[in-house]
């Protein structure tokens, strides 16, 4: 029941195929369906390649390059329109030779921190090569540690620092990558919450839960609760407990999936 071209599946059937997929084939999908948009859902893409490991990732190149005989870098450099920052950043990610589930470095963190400042500061406009080769060349563990230590050095979050005028498009993509590397739990939060807005709730709830039970999703669970006051399960109920029995089923699914991660 492949989602894109067997038609649209029910809710049931949906979340079904996305829990009893394997992780990377789901996730080749997501990705495909996200390029293939009529406007392509660059947030959707950031959260999938960001908040996954480097063995997942090339999994997932693998499973995209089989299914589709394509190359995800190469789909992803032409299908995200004129936004050459974030192709480039997304790329970065999807090209790493970082190494996760080493502990991090303080002391190079410290170092790099400063290396990312100066790369910000000391010239007319931003480095972004120094920026990218970090961003593709260190564990996530190591990234969040450089990022700590850049706030605390300088009093802020790197995050915030680049979405400054002067650092144009690039700073305002690579601030989003790098929330999400950072914050995965808020940058996840924050997706269902947009989608709240837009929607589309549903899609994005499957998904999340599903990909997210027994790795963040109580992280996830408070950062939407500080937002919003609702708890994902109190949410999910707000969705899916319509009187419609399908949607009930799916709604039992995903609370389940909560109450056992």
């Known amino acids: 029941m492949e989602i894109l071209t067997h038609g649209l599946p029910t809710i049931p059937q949906r979340a079904a195929y996305l829990l009893m997929s394997e992780p990377h084939e789901r996730d080749a999908e997501i990705l495909r369906q996200s390029l293939c948009s009529a406007r392509v859902e660059g947030n959707t893409l950031i959260e999938i390649i960001c908040t ?16 589709y005989n ?11 329109g004129n936004s050459t920052s974030f192709k480039e950043a997304l790329v970065a990610i999807l ?17 790099d921190a400063k290396m990312i400042f100066e790369a910000m500061e000391c010239g007319k406009s931003i480095d972004r090569k120094t920026i990218l080769s970090l961003i593709s060349s260190k564990s996530r563990e190591q ?12 009093g802020h979050e790197l995050s915030k620092s680049l ?24 940058y996840l939060s924050k997706q269902l919450r947009m989608a709240l807005k837009n929607g589309d709730a549903k899609e994005v709830l499957i998904r999340i839960v599903i ?9 996830i669970n408070s950062a939407f609760a500080a937002k919003t006051g609702w708890s994902l399960e109190s949410l999910i109920r707000t969705e899916f407990c319509n ?19």
């Open 70 to 80: 394509s190359e995800l870098e190469q789909e992803i450099t032409s299908r995200t």
């Open 211 to 219: 990909a997210r039970v027994g790795i963040d999703i109580k992280n």
């Open 143 to 154: 990234l969040r540690a450089i990022f700590a230590s850049f706030k605390q050095l300088y």
């Open 95 to 111: 090209s790493s030779i970082r190494y996760d589930g080493v502990r991090a470095n303080t002391s190079m963190a410290m170092c």
């Open 52 to 67: 996954r490991t480097l063995t997942d990732l090339n999994l997932i190149k693998q499973a995209y390059r089989a299914r």
């Open 243 to 261: 009187g419609i029995e399908i949607d009930a089923i799916t709604a039992d699914l995903l609370i389940r999936l909560l109450q056992f991660s």
């Open 163 to 186: 979405k400054r005028e002067r650092f144009g498009e690039f700073g305002k993509e690579v601030q989003r990558i790098i929330r999400c590397v950072q914050f995965p739990d808020k």
